[in-house]
């Protein structure tokens, strides 16, 4: 299924029970769509959020509420039925708001175009926390929630990690040979993989984070914009070039190439709420809804032919004994290109 947004999307997020998808659009605007696999999707909201464009955009408090922020430095709740505002948090940051995530059942986190990182306390509506992790703009975010900790990936080419129980950042990774655009946990929490404006995937051993332990390079030359985990072995990955690939995690491999966006970067990649449907937005303006278990099963079909079985994920994992050192990197991205990017219960149910 594809939505023809008529504006360049930055963001792409899932009503997590229902069939519902939003865009935040360079406009400043908010869509939101109904889809059905035997229908033609249908716009249900149209909100003109913030006065310059709309960069994340998630749904929180069971998606009753859509949360968005800007580089107008505001962070805007909108109530999902009537798309009238809940309320708006002008100032919430000195810099463009790139990122959003949320945190706990009462917290949430958004990231800047400065490095700068505030948590969120919804139930009092103030900033209970802030960590100047990085030194330029907040590419992506994802939460360990059993150690409460916040990894985070910053175009300074370095991960940090917030500890939330101390309000410290504990530690942050030595400068890596670009910026770094995406971040997941892999290996049950003990890998952390980032990609790369160059395209290579960078593997961190949990507690080891001044170092990578590992470095993929066979998606180098075009940058790994986004990521999603697809289970504890298998990353699908959004390139520059268009290509929407499925990786293995140690052992490090691209099993195929399972779309093609169009020529353009793929900008974000999200999934439904029943995994069903896989959502890709690129610079070409266009929503795309992928069947997620038809690619999938396609997969699996090309491996049988061509091997004649299917290849298994060596679950067998490498330590950091010596990881070796990255050099300092020097290339910067255009923060102003949108790089964006767990659904909490009962977000402003005090409201």
């Given at each position: 299924m594809e939505i023809n947004l008529g504006k360049?999307?930055?963001?792409?997020?899932?009503?997590?029970?229902?069939?519902?998808?939003?865009?935040g659009l360079i406009n400043g605007d908010l869509h939101l769509y109904r889809?059905?696999?035997?229908?033609?999707?249908?716009?249900?909201?149209?909100?003109?959020a913030h006065t310059e464009s709309c960069r994340a955009a998630r749904f929180i408090n069971g998606g009753r509420v859509l949360l968005t922020g800007s580089p107008d430095c505001s962070i805007l709740a909108t109530d999902v039925e009537t798309g009238s505002t809940i309320t708006r948090i002008d100032n919430a940051h000195e810099?463009?708001?790139?990122?959003?995530?949320?945190?706990?059942e009462s917290t949430v986190a958004s990231g800047d175009d400065e490095g700068c990182i505030k948590v969120w306390d919804t139930r009092e509506r103030s900033c209970c926390n802030s960590f100047d992790a990085h030194e330029d703009y907040i590419s992506d975010m994802t939460f360990a929630s059993d150690a409460m900790k916040l990894l985070t990936t910053s175009g300074d080419g370095t991960l940090s990690?917030?500890?939330?129980?101390?309000?410290?950042?504990?530690?942050?990774?030595?400068?890596?040979?670009?910026?770094?655009?995406?971040?997941?946990?892999?290996?049950?929490?003990?890998?952390?993989?980032?990609?790369?404006?160059?395209?290579?995937?960078?593997?961190?051993?949990?507690?080891?984070?001044?170092?990578?332990?590992?470095?993929?390079?066979?998606?180098?030359?075009?940058?790994?914009?986004?990521?999603?985990?697809l289970d504890e072995d298998r990353i699908i990955t959004g390139s520059?070039?268009?290509?929407?690939?499925?990786?293995?995690?140690?052992?490090?491999?691209?099993?195929?190439?399972?779309?093609?966006?169009?020529?353009?970067?793929?900008?974000?990649?999200?999934?439904?709420?029943?995994?069903?449907?896989l959502g890709s937005i690129a610079h070409d303006q266009i929503l795309k809804l992928?069947?997620?278990?038809?690619?999938?099963?396609?997969?699996?079909?090309?491996?049988?032919?061509?091997?004649?079985?299917?290849?298994?994920?060596?679950?067998?994992?490498?330590?950091?004994?010596?990881?070796?050192?990255?050099?300092r990197g020097n290339k910067r991205k255009n923060a102003n290109n949108g790089q964006a990017p767990g659904g909490a219960n009962n977000f402003f149910a005090d409201l």
């Open positions: 360049l999307a930055f963001d792409v997020d899932f009503h997590p029970s229902d069939n519902l998808v939003a865009t889809y059905s696999p035997d229908s033609v999707p249908v716009r249900q909201l149209e909100v003109h810099a463009a708001v790139n990122r959003l995530i949320n945190l706990t990690v917030c500890n939330l129980r101390r309000n410290t950042v504990q530690t942050r990774s030595e400068f890596s040979e670009d910026e770094l655009l995406s971040v997941v946990l892999m290996k049950n929490g003990r890998k952390v993989v980032c990609g790369s404006q160059t395209g290579i995937i960078l593997l961190y051993s949990w507690g080891c984070f001044k170092d990578c332990s590992d470095r993929f390079t066979e998606l180098s030359s075009n940058s790994i914009d986004a990521m999603l985990k520059e070039n268009g290509i929407i690939n499925l990786v293995g995690i140690l052992p490090n491999r691209v099993i195929q190439p399972i779309a093609e966006h169009s020529e353009y970067p793929v900008e974000c990649l999200a999934f439904s709420h029943d995994r069903k449907f992928w069947d997620l278990d038809s690619i999938l099963q396609d997969t699996k079909n090309a491996q049988t032919n061509e091997t004649g079985t299917i290849d298994s994920d060596d679950d067998e994992m490498e330590l950091d004994n010596d990881p070796s050192k990255l050099s």
